[in-house]
C-alpha cells in the first residue's frame, strides 16, 4: 500500500464519518504511514463508541460495513474498538483499490 492508498482511505472516513480532515494532519516532519493512519481511526472509534454510539452505527452502515461480519467479529473480540476499526479500514481500502481499477491506474 502506498502513500497515496491511506491519504485516499483518510478522506473517505473523512467523508463517511464527517470529520474534518485536519484531523489527520501529522506533525512537522512525521510522515504518514498505514498504522498512523489506523490510529487516527482508532481513536475516532473508541471516541465514538463511547460518546456518539449512533453515528457510529450510521456511519458503519454508509460505509457498507456488512453487520453479520460485525456481529460475528465483535462476538469474539476483547477489543471491540479495535475491531470496529479494523473492518471500517478493511473496507475503505477495498474502495480505494476498486475505484483504482477502474479508474485505469
Not at 9 to 21: E, M, R
Not at 39 to 58: A, C, I, P, Y
Amino acid at each position: 500500500m502506498d502513500l497515496n492508498d491511506i491519504q485516499t482511505g483518510l478522506a473517505l472516513i473523512s467523508k463517511d464519518f464527517q470529520v474534518d480532515p485536519k484531523n489527520w494532519e501529522l506533525q512537522q516532519g512525521e510522515e504518514m504511514t498505514e498504522e498512523r493512519a489506523f490510529g487516527f481511526l482508532l481513536k475516532l472509534v473508541e471516541h465514538l463508541m463511547t460518546h456518539d454510539f449512533n453515528r457510529l452505527l450510521n456511519s458503519l452502515y454508509r460505509i457498507d460495513v456488512s453487520e453479520e461480519k460485525l456481529k460475528m467479529a465483535l462476538a469474539v473480540s476483547d477489543n471491540p474498538a479495535q475491531t470496529v476499526a479494523q473492518m471500517i479500514w478493511d473496507r475503505e481500502l477495498q474502495k480505494v483499490e476498486t475505484r483504482k481499477k477502474y479508474s485505469g491506474r
